[in-house]
């Protein structure tokens, strides 16, 4: 499968999957962010290999096949991927995999997180869609039962924000409604999202999760090693 990326900021958006005007009623997609620099692991956190030993890319599941193939597993139809720093690397890893995703290319990646989250709501804010899940390639884990858990707190409750919580921690991934959007649109690109996030974040949004994945942020190399570690023992 050939795989074209642009840049973000150009009219039209290369895609694994034809780009679409509209959706059906009460759509939700997703987006994943994975156009960060990774500096604290020293290579692109997408491409990293859950299980190293296995050579072949094409058989290999990497932390972005993996939070990609759990969406989809999880019902979500449309799955937006926003890449930055060493773009053609991670989609190029990701194409041999075969899973029907939009990539998007965020030029302006260095600029911080909300870039990425603006470049990905340019991409899935199209009429018919009432929300949009949120979350990072850093944490591949997640499960599809927990995803499918956010969904459900949101069409049961229509809260502005929903996020797995276990304690005093907040999990991914995170459903922005999108009566949200144009205020992310607005938000100061230093504190990024979570303001806005925090502001509109009640009871109602928060979902109680038994999902260990959900809360497992993936950053530096001895992280890593510690996932690995826990995979080979599982």
């Known amino acids: 499968m050939k795989v074209d990326v642009t840049h973000e900021r150009d009219s039209s958006i290369a895609a694994i999957l034809p780009f679409c005007n509209c959706y059906d009623s009460f759509v939700i997609p997703a987006i994943v962010l994975a156009a960060g620099k990774s500096t604290r692991m020293g290579r692109p956190k997408a491409n990293l290999p859950l299980d190293p030993n296995r050579a072949a890319a094409e058989s290999r599941e990497t932390f972005l096949t993996r939070v ?4 989809l597993d999880a019902g979500i139809d449309d799955v937006v991927v926003v890449v930055g720093h060493e773009a053609a ?3 190029g890893d990701f194409a041999g995999s075969g899973l029907p995703a939009r990539l998007v290319e965020n030029a302006d990646y260095e600029t911080g997180q909300l870039s990425s989250l603006l470049a990905g709501l340019r ?3 199209r009429p018919g869609v009432v929300a949009t899940l949120v979350t990072l390639v850093d944490v591949p884990l997640v499960s599809a039962a927990t995803v499918r858990a956010v969904v459900d707190r949101y069409r049961q409750t229509h809260a502005l924000v929903v996020r797995p919580t276990r304690g005093v921690q907040h999990g991914h991934p995170l459903l922005i409604d999108r009566a949200l959007f144009d205020l992310l ?3 100061n690109p230093t504190t990024g999202a979570k303001p806005v ?3 509109h974040s009640t009871r109602d949004g928060d979902i109680e999760i038994d999902d260990t994945g959900a809360f497992t942020d993936i950053d530096t190399p001895a992280d890593y090693e510690e996932l690995v570690q826990g995979l080979r023992r599982s």
Do not use: P
């Not at 990609?68 to 969406?71: A, K, N, Q, S």
């Open 197 to 199: 996030v925090r502001a």
């Open 89 to 91: 690397a991670v989609v």
């Open 185 to 187: 649109r607005q938000a």
């Open 123 to 125: 991409v899935v804010d």
């Open 68 to 71: 990609v193939r759990t969406f």
